[in-house]
Structures are given as structure tokens and as C-alpha cells.
């Protein structure tokens, strides 16, 4: 019994995802009826300019979006573990937990209210566009790397950066020869993490936007609203496979350490 529910439980999840695979090498301009097999959207995807241009300003966007929640979320991790008694350490805890559970709704609004604001105000930013979004994905991701940054700074041995302090070592030679290295693999995963939320992030992105500056699950969702088109499924296509050989390469990576040990 417990290999059938798994077997129904792996079919539930994938069964959609093979499918959308299948008929993005369909003939038919129609999703639902086969055609023929083709690979002819696949080449009507990467001569969409709107597509392409639209997957480029993703990736910068996710690309700095999640260096700059790294810097700052590994800050806030790094004052919440080291510095043990601070007033306001709780209310900064609460904050930096805060986008995790908060309505991606009302984090876009209130985004888009604060933005409006500061340009009547301030004159700053000139409208909305790419740099509103990743001030607005830096601040949710930030959230998510300084939990995972945390969890891992709790679990390292102090004494060991005592110890080089012991021997003469300043702070901050401390922190980039014991304390960066040791929290590495932390901070890729943070930093991973981070670079998945913002490339996949739709409704945030839709409220401080603005023109010309319209990232792929945007257009995506623009072009499901009009009806589903093979090329979509061709991109979903390629998505999938960057996200099996990134997979595939990690796992390999993972297998081979205990062997070179």
C-alpha cells in the first residue's frame, strides 16, 4: 500500500510536467490536440525578443536581488547569533522573519505605497522599474538567507574563533579566515535561494514595476491569460532542464566528496 500511494503521490506530481514536456514538441498551434512531433517552438522562443529581453532583466534582477539579501541577510544573521543581548534584539528578529509569513499581496503594496512616497517626497525613484524591484526582492530575500545563514552560524564552535583571537588575530581577520569559510556552503545555498525567489517572484514584481521592466513570469503570465501557446510550454521546457542539470551537477558534486575523503 505504502508503494502505491507513493507511486499515485509521484504520478500527481510529475504526471502535469511530462505532459507539458510532450506537447511542447507538438505541430498544432492548439495545446490540447498533437499534431506531430516538432521542434519548431523552440525556435520561435529564442527568436521572441519580448521572451528573451524579458529572461535577461530576470536574471540581472535575480542575479543582484540576491547578492545584496546575501550581504545583508548574513549581517542580520551575524548580529542576532554573536551579539547575545542587545533591546531591540526581538523586534529585529520579528522584522527579519516577518516577509516570511507576510502575504506576498500586501509586502507588494506596501512596497508600492512606500516607493510612491519617497518619489513625491523625495524625487527618488524617478518612477518604477528594475532597480524598485530588486530594492523590493532584496528585501523579502533577505529574510530567507538570514535564516539559513543563522541556523548555520549556531551550529559552528565558538571556541575555535576564540582561539584564533587568543593568538592575536583582529575581528575581522577572524570573521574572512575561521567564520567566512566555515559558513560557506550556507551562504551558496542562501544565496540560491535567494537568486530562486527573486527569478520566480510574479506578484511582487507586478505591483513596483514599470515599464520596461517586465521579468519572464510576468510576460509568461501575460501570454497564459490569453491563452496557452506551445512556445510557453517550450520555455517551461528549458526550465526544467537547467533545473535537472543544476540538480544533476549538485549531486554529483555531493557523491564525489565522500570518495575523495
Known amino acids: 500500500m505504502l508503494r502505491l500511494l507513493a507511486v499515485l503521490g509521484f504520478v500527481f506530481l510529475y504526471a502535469p510536467i511530462i505532459g507539458l514536456v510532450v506537447y511542447s514538441f507538438n505541430e498544432s498551434k492548439l ?6 512531433f516538432s521542434t519548431k517552438w523552440y525556435g520561435e522562443l ?15 534582477i535575480a542575479a543582484l536581488s540576491a547578492s545584496l ?9 551575524l548580529c542576532l547569533v554573536r551579539f547575545k543581548r542587545f533591546r531591540t534584539k526581538q523586534l529585529l528578529a520579528a522584522m527579519i522573519t516577518a516577509p516570511l509569513v507576510m502575504p506576498e499581496v500586501i509586502t507588494g503594496l506596501s512596497l508600492l505605497l512606500l516607493f510612491v512616497g519617497m518619489e513625491v517626497a523625495l524625487g527618488w525613484p524617478a518612477g518604477r522599474g528594475m532597480m524598485t524591484i530588486v530594492i523590493a526582492h532584496t528585501t523579502f530575500c533577505m529574510a530567507f538567507v538570514a535564516v539559513v545563514v543563522q541556523s548555520r552560524l549556531v551550529d559552528i564552535d565558538i571556541s575555535i574563533e576564540e582561539a584564533a583571537a587568543d593568538l592575536g588575530a ?4 577572524v570573521f574572512f579566515d575561521i567564520t567566512l569559510p566555515t559558513i560557506a556552503p550556507a551562504l551558496v545555498s542562501a544565496w540560491l535561494l535567494a537568486f530562486t525567489l527573486s527569478l520566480d517572484d510574479l506578484v511582487i514584481a507586478s505591483f513596483v514595476s514599470g515599464p520596461g521592466a517586465s521579468t519572464l513570469p510576468m510576460v509568461v503570465f501575460s501570454k497564459v491569460r490569453l491563452g496557452l ?4 510550454n517550450a520555455l517551461a521546457t528549458l526550465m526544467i532542464l537547467a533545473v535537472g542539470i ?4 549538485a549531486t554529483y558534486v555531493m557523491l564525489r566528496k565522500p570518495q575523495r575523503s
Open 46 to 60: 529564442l527568436r521572441d525578443p519580448q521572451i528573451l529581453g524579458a529572461a535577461w532583466i530576470s536574471f540581472k
Open 229 to 232: 501557446t506551445p512556445e510557453v
Open 170 to 173: 583582529k575581528p575581522l581577520r
Open 31 to 36: 495545446v490540447t490536440v498533437w499534431g506531430g
Open 69 to 77: 539579501a546575501l550581504v545583508f541577510g548574513t549581517l542580520a544573521a
Open 246 to 249: 543544476g540538480i544533476a551537477t
